[in-house]
């Protein structure tokens, strides 16, 4: 291998840029030319690389966001963008594409590397919800955010007496919206992965309200079956919560800029430098990712089709633990 790029795709995740940092400088290290590619997939369908060199990498591990852009595009799922894509690596002399990203963005890497390409994947989505690796990149830096939210909501709502409903990101899965919820000892969680019951939900705050605590948070994932103000006016049209008054908040995209915390620094540089030590040994069509506190690589067709379940342990106690 001579040249090997680099991009990030889909929602953006704090700790991207230690990624790739650590793909430039590992390459760097082993004498491999190393180039971005700006805007994720769209920037691979219109050739839009820059030769990277160790210098241009600097001062980024500190900062949210992608160095590279990221985008959602669409025209990578049709046959001609990926061709296109495919010749364009060609026409730049790369022979080497690691793609920083989650669920879709591995789904496009799989289709690269169905066509010949060599790509490694890197495990980095806020939702974590993504096979191959406990955890991805970005998640620690977004549940410390959620966290704080959710402590000065409660402050705010112990003073006014009131439940608030506050509701973080993840896409189809509830790991935000549970982790959050137990480290920020909300008195209820609602997932997409659980059944929701309003009126059971209701009634758990108003047993709260009735043994005199002055505040009740409720942490919903936006994926559940009610988002916040679903849930809100649910429980105004059945008349459900009597004695607080309610609220919703949604956190939105403020979960996903933040500087990325020291734990998505060093997974990010791992993935990243792993990724690219990977892909030079010849290695292809793999992620990386961590599991059990250990350096993974699984093959991308089973990251793809593969579910990862939420935690049973933490599940069973988020239930057992808010009172
Ligand atoms: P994430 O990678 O964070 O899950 P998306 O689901 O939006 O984000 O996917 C990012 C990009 O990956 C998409 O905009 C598209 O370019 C590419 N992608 C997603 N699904 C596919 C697919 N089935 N085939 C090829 N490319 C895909
Ligand atoms: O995948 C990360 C994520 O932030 C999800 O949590 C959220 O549902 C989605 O991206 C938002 O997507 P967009 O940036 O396209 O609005």
Not at 71 to 80: G, H, M, S, Y
Not at 139 to 154: G, H, P, Q
């Amino acid at each position: 291998m001579k040249n090997l790029a680099v991009l990030t795709s889909g929602g953006d995740a704090p700790g991207m840029n230690a990624a790739i940092r650590a793909v430039v400088r590992t390459g760097h290290a082993r004498g491999i030319s190393t180039w971005g590619v700006y805007q994720g997939y769209s920037g691979l369908i219109e050739g839009n690389f820059k030769r990277l060199g160790v210098r241009d990498v600097g001062s980024i591990i500190q900062r949210g966001g992608t160095m590279l852009g990221s985008a959602r595009c669409p025209e990578f799922k049709t046959e001609e963008g990926v061709e296109l894509a495919i010749r364009r690596l060609h026409g730049a002399g790369i022979d080497g594409l690691v793609v920083i990203g989650g669920n879709g963005s591995q789904t496009g890497a799989n289709t690269l590397r169905k066509m010949g390409f060599p790509v490694v994947g890197v495990a980095s989505t806020i939702d974590n919800d993504l096979y191959g690796s406990d955890i991805t990149i970005g998640v620690d830096t977004a549940l410390n955010v959620a966290l704080n939210a959710i402590d000065n909501l409660k402050v705010t709502a112990s003073s006014h007496c009131r439940a608030l409903l506050v509701e973080v990101m993840g896409r189809n899965c509830g790991y935000l919206a549970l982790m959050s919820g137990i480290a920020g000892g909300a008195e209820a969680i609602v997932l997409p992965e659980v059944e929701v019951v309003p009126e059971q939900v209701a009634q758990r705050i108003q047993e709260g309200y009735e043994r005199g605590k002055p505040h009740a948070i409720v942490v919903v994932a936006e994926g559940a079956k009610y988002n916040a103000e679903g849930l809100c006016r649910y429980f105004e049209e059945h008349d459900l919560l009597r004695g607080y008054e309610f609220r919703s908040t949604v956190l939105g995209y403020v979960q996903r800029g933040a500087v990325p915390t020291c734990a998505d620094r060093l997974l990010g540089t791992k993935l990243g430098s792993e990724a690219a030590e990977q892909i030079i040994a010849g290695n292809s069509g793999i992620l990386i990712g961590v599991c059990k506190g250990e350096l993974t690589s699984t093959p991308l067709d089973v990251v793809v089709t593969g579910h990862k379940p939420l935690d049973p342990w933490f599940m069973k106690a988020a239930d057992m633990l808010a009172r």
